[in-house]
């Protein structure tokens, strides 16, 4: 399609307008995470990492942070079991009712979160479950698994059935041919799905405020502090270390997988 | 070949013979998870909506009743909160769409490649970004003593005064949702092949008759699953309206979380979450018709 010179200078101006919009707000935190003073003020006149210090040895945060790796790594383990089986489950198999399936992993997606959680909260107070690590890890595992799901059934459709078929036909078991075959195909994608999961999960608020009851993972904490409006330049510090443990997991991610499956189903 | 070796074998040759059989083990862990946790949590919730609680005792009451939808219904604090929060997702869902769809455009078809890398690898700081640390940060540019009036002040202009207002959360929800929309269209985009965009002006259309009759009916699904996430995120969110919003900014996640969390009538904010179930599947179900799960 040929464009005319002055249609394709309006759509860069809005492409790079729209990027610096997205940006500049994470930028304002960044700077304000560095001043000295108590109250935010513009500009900063004294820059210091005052604030992250105090937020370190925070007690309160520590624990939080604490319980929110937690959460993180075993949400992500079962997401990364149960994703990646059902992956190939609809992939490999043909069979009554895969539709319902597909829709059934992106519900706790496409409905609101604040019903995945309420949902939750209701189950477990007709079963009297009473709030604990448990149940934070079962409602981020619920929705991470869509996550791992994606990025391997992405990798599955792109890889070629004949593979197998030959590792089979030259004697290999299921097992073998899962082991050197099959893995080291789809390794990448399920190591980058993985990453995102962790990532989402850590981040997580609004399921989570329904299934952590007392506790405080990091979000919830930030959440607290800043309807309290007390320790404001603290929650500076600790949003902008949260965005930067978010990022590793994140850059990691794309690097490995080039990029695909990082935008769909994203929460959230 | 040992004994095992020769087990395994057979064993892995009776598992190939029977697909059933290895599609069964492989799908029954996910499929029990989702059934046993998150179906069944739906269904105690959905039931849920139908109890009160004691205002006494605060316990629930497990005896079937209509009050919950009956409230909902005739109060009119209700249906205004309802419609509220329907004008927002809706006014959201249009604004991103209105920037998403040429940035994903000249994303995907128009900036060359390196320039394209450099944009998208630029766009997973913002898409991936803490929630609430974006959140955060438009408190401290939009309150009274924030970046904006600041800026404002300097360069002259009348100040706007949007903080805690609609028009902060119409601002905030379409900044904190635009990636979501951007992800699937531009998805989309790039599923167009290049041929026929030839094809069509070598057939003599020209630019905007090729976006109106090729370009956009094949995007078509990827703006409406991109919607899906602006209004399912609308719908649900209860923090944004907390910490952005004003008096005026009861949308149906705050009311759930009030009557949930502060509240302690669980029944109530099942009764509220139903509704919002009730949006989305009609919703979702038009989203069926356009043909956009496969974008999802």
């Known amino acids: ?268 | 070949m040992s004994v095992r070796a020769g087990f395994r074998q057979k064993a892995g040759a009776a598992l190939w013979r029977r697909p059933w059989l290895r599609g069964a083990l492989t799908l029954s862990p996910p499929l029990l998870w989702f059934l046993v946790i998150y179906l069944t949590s739906l269904v105690v919730m959905l039931i849920t909506a139908f109890f009160s609680v004691n205002s006494l005792t605060g316990n629930v009451v497990y005896q079937w009743t209509w009050s919950n939808f009956s409230q909902i219904f005739t109060q009119s604090v209700y249906g205004s909160i309802i419609l509220r929060t329907l004008l927002m997702a809706i006014l959201v869902t249009i604004t991103d769409a209105l920037f998403a769809l040429p940035f994903a455009f000249y994303l995907a078809k128009v900036a060359g490649r390196r320039w394209r890398q450099l944009l998208l690898s630029l766009l997973l700081m913002p898409l991936w970004a803490s929630y609430l640390a974006k959140v955060y940060a438009w408190i401290n540019i939009l309150s009274n003593k924030g970046v904006l009036p600041d800026l404002e002040s300097h360069l002259g202009l009348p100040l706007t005064h949007i903080a805690y207002t609609n028009t902060a959360m119409w601002i905030v929800f379409s900044y904190l949702w635009l990636p979501f929309m951007i992800v699937p269209i531009y998805g989309a985009f790039e599923r167009v092949p290049n041929s026929l965009l030839e094809a069509s002006s070598d057939l003599g259309a020209g630019s905007w008759q090729t976006f109106r009759w090729v370009i956009l009916p094949m995007v078509l699904p990827g703006i409406v699953a991109g919607s899906i996430f602006t209004f399912s995120l609308t719908l649900g969110d209860f923090i944004t309206p907390l910490l952005i919003g004003g008096s005026s900014s009861n949308f149906i996640g705050n009311a759930i979380y009030d009557s949930a969390i502060n509240g302690g009538n669980l029944p109530f904010a099942a009764a509220l979450a139903f509704v919002s179930i009730a949006i989305m599947a009609v919703y979702l179900l038009l989203a069926k018709f356009a043909g956009a799960f496969e974008a999802l």
């Open chain 1, 1 to 268: 399609m040929k464009l005319s010179f002055p249609t394709r200078m309006a759509l860069a101006v809005l492409a790079v307008a729209v990027v610096l919009f997205l940006f500049a707000p994470l930028l304002v935190i960044i700077y304000f995470a560095f001043g000295k003073s108590n109250v935010q003020t513009f500009p900063i006149h004294h820059f210091t990492t005052y604030w992250f210090g105090v937020a370190w040895n925070d007690p309160a945060v520590r624990g939080a942070l604490w319980l929110s790796l937690k959460a993180g790594f075993f949400a992500t383990a079962i997401a990364l079991i149960l994703g990646t089986l059902v992956a190939f489950g609809i992939h490999r198999f043909k069979f009554f009712g895969r539709d319902t399936i597909s829709l059934l992993l992106v519900l706790p997606i496409a409905l609101p979160g604040i019903v995945t959680g309420l949902a939750l909260q209701s189950a477990f107070n007709l079963a009297g479950i009473p709030f604990s690590l448990y149940t934070i890890i079962i409602g981020h595992a619920t929705f991470c698994i869509v996550v791992v799901f994606n990025n391997v059934i992405a990798r599955l459709r792109r890889t070629s059935m004949t593979l197998i078929e030959a590792s089979a036909d030259l004697g290999a078991t299921p097992l073998q041919t899962f082991r050197l075959v099959t893995m080291p195909t789809l390794s990448t994608a399920i190591v980058a799905g993985a990453l995102l999961a962790f990532a989402l999960s850590f981040d997580e608020v609004i399921v989570t405020t329904f299934t952590a009851g007392a506790q405080n993972t990091l979000p919830l904490w930030i959440f607290g502090a800043i309807r309290l409006g007390q320790q404001l330049p603290e929650v500076n510090a600790v949003v902008v270390g949260v965005i930067a443990l978010t990022m590793v997991p994140i850059v990691i991610a794309a690097r490995i997988s080039g990029g695909e499956g990082l935008g769909g189903s994203t929460r959230l």
